[in-house]
């Protein structure tokens, strides 16, 4: 074992396991048809109806196939001709092999699979009819294939088999929150579907016996490793996503989405438990198992507890459905002699040529050789699948490591460019900060100055307040001194003339008092007669002149102490004029010293004035500085803004132009009614768009009504543009020819018209009229190429439906009085189980067409009522008109229900004569079913729900469907007793005769399958061409344009 251990170090592959190629092959032509060939009788082995597992070197080379020849052409190919829809099994094995494909096939395989898309929706459908064996779990396979292409088509980003690191993840959602929701939301649906086939696998299982080690069950188990895989990947990203939302958006809002994976976290945990307890799965798969809780999402450090699940798949080892490979390759010779030395090193030399002749060897007999040849094969393919477990191992664990070194390496980058941005920003932040620190200290400097210029001005408004109370009160002092002073003046003048009356008195009594005198004289001296008399008179005299005299000295003590009275007073007015001559001292100094603290606040003001407007004017130049700056910024935004707008609407069209081009676009049809409403919205578009340039041109600040013109013109043209091609498809050759050209050359205008927009040097001339040109040109085409026979005056609509609803119940009526005389007939000619059939058949018809009768009625009350409250001051035709696409409807409606009717008495006819099928009065009764259901929804679309009329309607359909159902069981019925009545006997038949028999009704079988599938593939063209007919008639792509 060591020599051979030694052997195998140094011979890589002594024995390669290749398929034999032809030596010196016949060119590319012989290339490919061996390889298809190879190619089919893989798909062939690994799909087929044998209830076991797809055998993994069968899978594995159609995805080497699909990477040979970078698609899945040959694979569809060889499965389009497999009866996929005939053998639930064989479905069940092509929907694993494909999923294997989407995983690890080619990446053109998803695109090559588009197309059939249709094809497998409707065999889900057609399967989920089944409810037993493989026919559910086919229907939701193929549900999970379908949501897998739609979701990689709408996300590429994401490969097959969904591996992708942390920077990826964020790129495929662009960064934008809205993304990230609804790549989510993609998420949580695509996992809803892996684990409805997860739990119905299971289900389907008999999970009391050991299910995972019998060939069908492993049938049913293989798919969910694919599955396994999926749903890693998924709940892995789906955590990430969450955790990212949480950071951007309120928990309130994101509660369903929490909800939602709660609910799936349930069950992915419940089903990873299950599966890893299966025998099949721990020989192929090591599955993770979840946490014991799920994530919470509303504490952000919860993501760095977060493991996410990885799935092992363990190196290959020799399984049981591995199959010998007995063609092995012709070497070249240096290969054959290499391996002959190697055989000789381990065997001993050979004697003869053939390396292979043991004969001579030992003297061990052949059979001795062969099983030690055979001994040490086995020998050696242990070491080489040990050898390759090893390094499949190591190179799993190299790429893991490599793919965590990345994811790595891409965090420590983002984490350095978002240091580098935060540095970059802290930087910006500190010099605007600086900035305004300088700013502060400015204004409170001149706070500070502008502070204590207003202490310093209400300083001297409060020294200025109490020099003006000082002045107020010595000038009310000098009032008081002035009004005494007056009173003294009062008093002396007074004084001053008691005095004078004084002397006056004195000069009069001295005058009298000589009088006296010079009479006593000259008496004394004339008369000595009458001396004593004299005498007398004289001593009265003398009293007289003594009180006299005592009243003169109290006048004269009197005028003394007036003289000292007067003294004191101007005394005492010298003393008041000194004080008053005092008081105008002060009075003048304190009026100086005013003027001059009134000058010095003057000048303090007029500077703290100078002052303050220098810091207005300083503060102004900087507000228009800061303003002339955030114009600047904003003129550059907005510049920005519009060549970032303009570019996406060049990407828009150009997008669309490429997309024409696309062949996928091909099979893309559209009706020439949309073509025009896309058209004229486009043109309209175009116009306003020009009117915003020109204002745009008159004031460069007029960006903000360019913007969303630009926007919606680049959508509405790229719409267009797609709408025209699609036309072009369903057209003549010419006219879409024509019409190729034109969308083309519109694309190619439209696109130089934005690139003139885009040059700051060509925004002046930049022209759209060639664009609205080409727009009308388009238009005036898909003119030429709307249907013409399909138009009705809008004046006639009001009197078809009117005819047409006359017409079909008198179709009604005419039928039912068919029916009747069909009945006399079979009753008057027919007897027994024919007489019987015959009458129930009618019967049921005959109740058919009075339950019509009563809808049509009914229908025509609730038209009435509905053109009634509906049409107000206009005329019925005018309603109609106006309502062109719902009359038109209930036209389409009542001619369906008229022929249907018409068409099922022609059917009842040739069955009561034996001329006709069964079959064909059941599809009749049906047709009309769904004849009368159009009619109903045409006259309820427009009817008031709480109408009378409308219940009746209602009733009345119902009473249609009962009598439908009666119909068929009727026939159903009538069928099942005739078929009694002509039942074969085998009584009398010989073995051979039966054998005869049994292989001709094989036969019959075969053919009846055949001609069934032609059928039903003729139904449903039939059923796609009277869905266009009837979308072009009635208008639906039209209003889906709307």
Same mark, same amino acid.
């Given at each position: 074992?060591?020599?051979?251990?030694?052997?195998?170090?140094?011979?890589?592959?002594?024995?390669?396991?290749?398929?034999?190629?032809?030596?010196?092959?016949?060119?590319?032509?012989?290339?490919?048809?061996?390889?298809?060939?190879?190619?089919?009788?893989?798909?062939?082995?690994?799909?087929?109806?044998?209830?076991?597992?797809?055998?993994?070197?069968?899978?594995?080379?159609?995805?080497?196939?699909?990477? =040979?020849?970078?698609?899945?052409?040959?694979?569809?190919?060889?499965?389009?001709?497999?009866?996929?829809?005939?053998?639930?099994?064989?479905?069940?094995?092509?929907?694993?092999?494909?999923?294997?494909?989407?995983?690890?096939?080619?990446?053109?395989?998803?695109?090559?699979?588009?197309?059939?898309?249709?094809?497998?929706?409707?065999?889900?459908?057609?399967?989920?009819?089944?409810?037993?064996?493989?026919?559910?779990?086919?229907?939701?396979?193929?549900?999970?294939?379908?949501?897998?292409?739609?979701?990689?088509?709408?996300?590429?980003?994401? #490969?097959?088999?969904?591996?992708?690191?942390?920077?990826?993840?964020?790129?495929?959602?662009?960064?934008?929150?809205?993304?990230?929701?609804?790549?989510?939301?993609?998420?949580?649906?695509? $996992?809803?579907?892996?684990?409805?086939?997860?739990?119905?696998?299971?289900?389907?299982?008999?999970?009391?016996?050991?299910?995972?080690?019998?060939?069908?069950?492993?049938?049913?188990?293989?798919?969910?490793?694919?599955?396994?895989?999926?749903?890693?990947?998924?709940?892995?990203?789906?955590?990430?996503?969450?955790?990212?939302?949480?950071?951007?958006?309120?928990?309130?809002?994101?509660?369903?989405?929490?909800?939602?994976?709660?609910?799936?976290?349930?069950?992915?945990?419940?089903?990873?438990?299950?599966?890893?307890?299966?025998?099949?799965?721990?020989?192929?798969?090591?599955?993770?198992?979840? #946490?014991?809780?799920?994530?919470?999402?509303?504490?952000?450090?919860?993501?760095?507890? =977060?493991?996410?699940?990885?799935?092992?798949?363990?190196?290959?080892?020799?399984?049981?459905?591995?199959?010998?490979?007995?063609?092995?390759?012709?070497?070249?010779? *240096?290969?054959?002699?290499?391996?002959?030395?190697?055989?000789?090193?381990?065997?001993?030399?050979?004697?003869?040529?053939?390396?292979?002749?043991?004969?001579?060897?030992?003297?061990?007999?052949?059979?001795?050789?062969?099983?030690?040849?055979?001994?040490?094969?086995?020998?050696?393919?242990?070491?080489?699948?040990?050898?390759?477990?090893?390094?499949?191992?190591?190179?799993?664990?190299?790429?893991?490591?490599?793919?965590?070194?990345?994811?790595?390496? *891409?965090?420590?980058?983002?984490?350095?460019?978002?240091?580098?941005?935060?540095?970059?920003?802290?930087?910006? $932040?500190?010099?605007?900060?600086?900035?305004?620190?300088?700013?502060?200290?400015?204004?409170?400097?001149?706070?500070?100055?502008?502070?204590?210029?207003?202490?310093?001005?209400?300083?001297?408004?409060?020294?200025?307040?109490?020099?003006?109370?000082?002045?107020?009160?010595?000038?009310?002092?000098?009032?008081?001194?002035?009004?005494?002073?007056?009173?003294?003046?009062?008093?002396?003048?007074?004084?001053?003339?008691?005095?004078?009356?004084?002397?006056?008195?004195?000069?009069?009594?001295?005058?009298?008092?000589?009088?006296?005198?010079?009479?006593?004289?000259?008496?004394?001296?004339?008369?000595?007669?009458?001396?004593?008399?004299?005498?007398?008179?004289?001593?009265?005299?003398?009293?007289?002149?003594?009180?006299?005299?005592?009243?003169?000295?109290?006048?004269?003590?009197?005028?003394?102490?007036?003289?000292?009275?007067?003294?004191?007073?101007?005394?005492?007015?010298?003393?008041?004029?000194?004080?008053?001559?005092?008081?105008?001292?002060?009075?003048?100094?304190?009026?100086?010293?005013?003027?001059?603290?009134?000058?010095?606040?003057?000048?303090?003001?007029?500077?703290?004035?100078?002052?303050?407007?220098?810091?207005?004017?300083?503060?102004?130049?900087?507000?228009?500085?800061?303003?002339?700056?955030?114009?600047?910024?904003?003129?550059?935004?907005?510049?920005?803004?519009?060549?970032?707008?303009?570019?996406?609407?060049?990407?828009?069209?150009?997008?669309?132009? *490429?997309?024409?081009?696309? #062949?996928?676009?091909?099979?893309?049809?559209?009706?020439?009614?949309? +073509?025009?409403?896309?058209?004229?919205?486009?043109?309209?578009?175009?116009?306003?768009?020009?009117?915003?340039?020109?204002?745009?041109?008159?004031?460069?600040?007029?960006?903000?009504?360019? +913007?969303?013109?630009?926007?919606?013109?680049?959508?509405?043209?790229?719409?267009?543009?797609?709408?025209?091609?699609?036309?072009?498809?369903?057209?003549?050759?010419?006219?879409?020819?024509?019409?190729?050209?034109?969308?083309?050359?519109?694309?190619?205008?439209?696109?130089?018209?934005?690139?003139?927009?885009?040059? #700051?040097?060509?925004?002046?001339?930049?022209?759209?009229? $060639?664009?609205?040109?080409?727009?009308?040109?388009?238009?005036?085409?898909?003119?030429?190429?709307?249907?013409?026979?399909?138009?009705?005056?809008?004046?006639?609509?009001?009197?078809?439906?009117?005819?047409?609803?006359?017409?079909?119940?008198?179709?009604?009526?005419?039928?039912?009085?068919?029916?009747?005389?069909?009945?006399?007939?079979?009753?008057?000619?027919?007897?027994?189980?024919?007489?019987?059939?015959?009458?129930?058949?009618?019967?049921?018809?005959?109740?058919?067409?009075? *339950?019509?009768?009563?809808?049509?009625?009914a229908s025509k009350d609730l038209q009435r009522e509905i053109v009634e409250s509906g049409r107000g001051a206009a005329s019925p035709k005018e309603f109609y008109a106006k309502n062109s696409r719902w009359t038109e409807g209930l036209i389409s409606a009542s001619k369906a229900v008229g022929w249907?009717?018409?068409?099922?008495?022609?059917?009842?006819?040739?069955?009561?004569?034996?001329?006709?099928?069964?079959?064909?009065?059941?599809?009749?009764?049906?047709?009309?079913?769904?004849?009368?259901?159009?009619?109903?929804?045409?006259?309820?679309?427009?009817?008031?729900?709480?109408?009378?009329?409308?219940?009746?309607?209602?009733?009345?359909?119902?009473?249609?469907?009962q009598a439908t159902a009666s119909v068929v069981a009727s026939t159903k019925a009538g069928k099942s007793q005739v078929e009694e009545k002509d039942s074969m006997d085998f009584s009398s038949m010989t073995l051979t005769q039966i054998k005869r028999q049994e292989m001709d009704s094989q036969v019959?079988? $075969?053919?009846?399958?055949?001609?069934?599938?032609?059928?039903?593939?003729?139904?449903?063209?039939?059923?796609?061409?009277?869905?266009? +007919?009837?979308?072009?008639?009635?208008?639906?792509?039209?209003?889906?344009?709307?």
């Amino acid at each position: 074992m060591d020599r051979v251990s030694s052997t195998m170090k140094q011979v890589s592959n002594p024995l390669p396991k290749v398929l034999s190629r032809r030596a010196g092959g016949g060119g590319p032509e012989a290339e490919r048809e061996s390889f298809e060939r190879a190619q089919t009788v893989s798909i062939n082995k690994a799909i087929n109806a044998q209830e076991v597992a797809v055998k993994e070197k069968h899978a594995r080379t159609c995805i080497l196939g699909t990477h =040979h020849e970078k698609g899945a052409q040959t694979f569809w190919s060889v499965v389009n001709r497999l009866p996929l829809s005939g053998n639930a099994v064989l479905c069940w094995k092509f929907c694993h092999v494909f999923h294997k494909l989407l995983q690890d096939g080619h990446s053109n395989v998803l695109k090559d699979s588009m197309r059939y898309k249709n094809e497998l929706s409707d065999m889900s459908r057609m399967w989920g009819h089944l409810s037993e064996g493989y026919g559910q779990l086919c229907s939701i396979y193929l549900k999970l294939l379908r949501t897998k292409m739609e979701f990689h088509t709408k996300n590429p980003r994401f #490969p097959g088999n969904l591996q992708m690191s942390d920077r990826q993840l964020d790129e495929a959602g662009e960064n934008d929150v809205n993304n990230f929701f609804q790549l989510t939301v993609e998420m949580f649906d695509y $996992l809803e579907c892996e684990l409805n086939l997860f739990q119905t696998v299971f289900s389907s299982l008999d999970m009391s016996r050991s299910v995972s080690v019998t060939a069908a069950g492993q049938c049913r188990l293989a798919p969910l490793i694919q599955v396994i895989l999926d749903c890693s990947h998924l709940y892995d990203y789906t955590v990430k996503l969450l955790f990212k939302l949480h950071s951007c958006l309120p928990a309130d809002t994101l509660q369903g989405h929490r909800d939602r994976f709660l609910e799936q976290f349930q069950k992915l945990k419940d089903l990873f438990y299950r599966s890893s307890n299966l025998q099949y799965f721990k020989q192929l798969i090591q599955i993770p198992q979840l #946490p014991e809780n799920p994530p919470n999402f509303l504490r952000a450090s919860a993501l760095s507890e =977060h493991i996410s699940p990885v799935v092992v798949i363990p190196a290959e080892a020799s399984s049981p459905d591995s199959e010998p490979i007995t063609d092995l390759v012709e070497m070249d010779a *240096a290969s054959q002699s290499l391996f002959d030395n190697k055989f000789d090193d381990i065997f001993g030399s050979s004697v003869s040529c053939d390396p292979f002749n043991f004969n001579s060897q030992n003297g061990m007999s052949k059979d001795d050789k062969d099983r030690l040849i055979e001994q040490l094969y086995r020998e050696i393919t242990g070491l080489k699948e040990e050898l390759e477990n090893f390094k499949a191992e190591s190179t799993r664990g190299a790429v893991q490591l490599r793919g965590r070194a990345s994811e790595l390496e *891409a965090e420590l980058a983002e984490q350095q460019h978002l240091k580098q941005q935060a540095q970059d920003e802290s930087e910006f $932040l500190r010099t605007e900060l600086e900035e305004l620190k300088k700013q502060r200290e400015d204004t409170e400097k001149a706070q500070r100055s502008l502070t204590e210029v207003e202490r310093r001005a209400q300083a001297n408004e409060q020294r200025y307040s109490k020099l003006k109370e000082k002045y107020s009160e010595l000038v009310q002092n000098h009032a008081d001194l002035l009004r005494k002073n007056a009173e003294v003046t009062k008093q002396i003048t007074v004084a001053r003339q008691a005095q004078g009356d004084a002397e006056q008195e004195k000069k009069e009594l001295e005058d009298s008092f000589q009088r006296v005198s010079e009479q006593a004289q000259r008496k004394s001296q004339e008369q000595a007669e009458v001396l004593e008399t004299l005498k007398r008179e004289l001593a009265a005299s003398r009293q007289e002149l003594q009180v006299l005299q005592g009243t003169l000295e109290s006048s004269t003590q009197a005028g003394a102490e007036q003289n000292n009275r007067i003294a004191s007073l101007e005394q005492e007015r010298d003393r008041l004029s000194q004080a008053a001559e005092q008081h105008r001292d002060e009075m003048a100094a304190l009026q100086a010293e005013l003027q001059q603290l009134q000058e010095t606040l003057s000048h303090k003001q007029e500077s703290s004035r100078i002052e303050l407007e220098m810091l207005q004017t300083q503060l102004r130049d900087k507000q228009e500085n800061a303003e002339q700056v955030l114009q600047q910024r904003l003129a550059e935004e907005q510049l920005s803004l519009l060549q970032g707008t303009i570019h996406e609407a060049k990407r828009m069209v150009q997008d669309a132009l *490429a997309h024409m081009e696309d #062949p996928a676009h091909v099979s893309c049809t559209g009706s020439a009614d949309c +073509l025009l409403a896309q058209t004229l919205a486009a043109s309209e578009c175009s116009e306003r768009l020009q009117d915003a340039h020109s204002k745009y041109l008159a004031d460069g600040a007029a960006v903000g009504s360019l +913007l969303p013109c630009l926007a919606l013109f680049a959508h509405l043209v790229s719409n267009t543009l797609l709408q025209g091609s699609a036309t072009s498809h369903v057209a003549p050759v010419e006219p879409a020819d024509r019409l190729l050209e034109l969308c083309k050359q519109c694309g190619s205008e439209a696109v130089s018209y934005l690139s003139a927009l885009q040059d #700051p040097g060509t925004v002046a001339s930049a022209d759209c009229s $060639l664009v609205t040109a080409c727009l009308g040109q388009i238009s005036a085409i898909g003119e030429e190429l709307r249907p013409r026979g399909l138009d009705v005056q809008q004046e006639e609509l009001g009197d078809l439906v009117d005819k047409e609803m006359a017409a079909t119940a008198a179709a009604i009526e005419t039928a039912s009085a068919r029916i009747e005389e069909m009945l006399s007939k079979a009753r008057a000619g027919d007897t027994g189980v024919k007489l019987e059939v015959n009458e129930r058949i009618l019967g049921s018809c005959t109740g058919l067409m009075q *339950a019509i009768h009563v809808l049509v009625l009914a229908s025509k009350d609730l038209q009435r009522e509905i053109v009634e409250s509906g049409r107000g001051a206009a005329s019925p035709k005018e309603f109609y008109a106006k309502n062109s696409r719902w009359t038109e409807g209930l036209i389409s409606a009542s001619k369906a229900v008229g022929w249907g009717a018409t068409v099922m008495v022609d059917a009842a006819d040739l069955v009561v004569q034996g001329k006709g099928t069964f079959e064909e009065l059941m599809v009749c009764s049906r047709e009309i079913a769904a004849s009368t259901a159009q009619l109903v929804a045409a006259s309820k679309v427009k009817a008031d729900k709480d109408s009378a009329n409308l219940c009746k309607l209602q009733q009345a359909s119902r009473g249609v469907n009962q009598a439908t159902a009666s119909v068929v069981a009727s026939t159903k019925a009538g069928k099942s007793q005739v078929e009694e009545k002509d039942s074969m006997d085998f009584s009398s038949m010989t073995l051979t005769q039966i054998k005869r028999q049994e292989m001709d009704s094989q036969v019959r079988v $075969l053919e009846l399958e055949n001609q069934l599938q032609k059928e039903r593939q003729k139904l449903g063209e039939l059923r796609k061409k009277h869905y266009e +007919l009837a979308g072009v008639a009635e208008g639906w792509e039209e209003d889906a344009a709307d």
